[in-house]
Structure formats: structure tokens, C-alpha cells
Nanobody, 125 residues
Framework: QVQLVESGGILAQPEGSLRLSCAASGFTFNDYIMSWVRQAPGKGLEWVGGIYTDGSDTYYADSVKGRFTFSRDNAKNTVYLQMNNLKPDDTGVYYC??????????????????WGQGTQVTVSS
């Protein structure tokens, strides 16, 4: 049974930093691209990006490029999202997600077939 458990969401200051974690189980972690999706209050799901199976490649939405960094520890079945220079627009629930069916990193959130429960990030002074 696939499980994705996010952690690390808190209230952060603008221009601050935060690191989210997602612990995975129930599938062969290092065979799959791991992705992040977020949802701002009152808005739809937004693809944030993903990291390739061995961490050799990463994909970022334009809105976070240069500020967010993905990494993964395959020995711990965990993926990380380092968030720097946070902005109020980064406020939202952050989800770890995978596309087991296609082993891909689709930019359309509805294509992901497994999700974590999400962790709340609030950026405010």
C-alpha cells in the first residue's frame, strides 16, 4: 500500500526558508520520479516540480525556479523540498505526489495517482 507522508510545514517569514520532507513507502522508491504539488487558499492545484529517480535531474515550475530545490535520499525513501526566499504567494498546502501508472512527472496535477495528506505552509509577517 502506497503511503506518502509530508512534514515540515509551518508559519514562515517572507524571505525566509523552510524544508519540507516526504517519507514514502509501499513501492520501489528509487524507480519513480517524485513530485510536489501545492494548493493556495481558494485556488486550484499547482504543479511545483519533481526530481528524477536518482536525483540527477529536476524539474521546476517557473513560479519557484531559483528559489526551491528538490533533493532525495533513496536510502531513506524520502524526498525533500528546500524553499528559500519565501513569498506570501507560496502559502498553501504542499503535497508530495507520484504517478505510478506512467512513472512520469506530469505538469497536470490531476494525472497523479497517489498523494500524501499535505502539509500547510504559511508565509506571512
Amino acid at each position: 500500500q502506497v503511503q506518502l507522508v509530508e512534514s515540515g510545514g509551518i508559519l514562515a517569514q517572507p524571505e525566509g526558508s523552510l524544508r519540507l520532507s516526504c517519507a514514502a513507502s509501499g513501492f520501489t522508491f528509487n524507480d519513480y520520479i517524485m513530485s510536489w504539488v501545492r494548493q493556495a487558499p481558494g485556488k486550484g492545484l499547482e504543479w511545483v516540480g519533481g526530481i528524477y529517480t536518482d536525483g540527477s535531474d529536476t524539474y521546476y515550475a517557473d513560479s519557484v525556479k531559483g528559489r526551491f530545490t528538490f533533493s532525495r535520499d533513496n536510502a531513506k525513501n524520502t524526498v525533500y523540498l528546500q524553499m528559500n526566499n519565501l513569498k506570501p504567494d507560496d502559502t498553501g498546502v504542499y503535497y508530495c505526489a507520484i504517478d505510478l501508472a506512467e512513472a512520469a512527472c506530469p505538469r497536470y496535477p490531476e494525472l497523479y495517482d497517489h498523494w500524501g495528506q499535505g502539509t500547510q505552509v504559511t508565509v506571512s509577517s
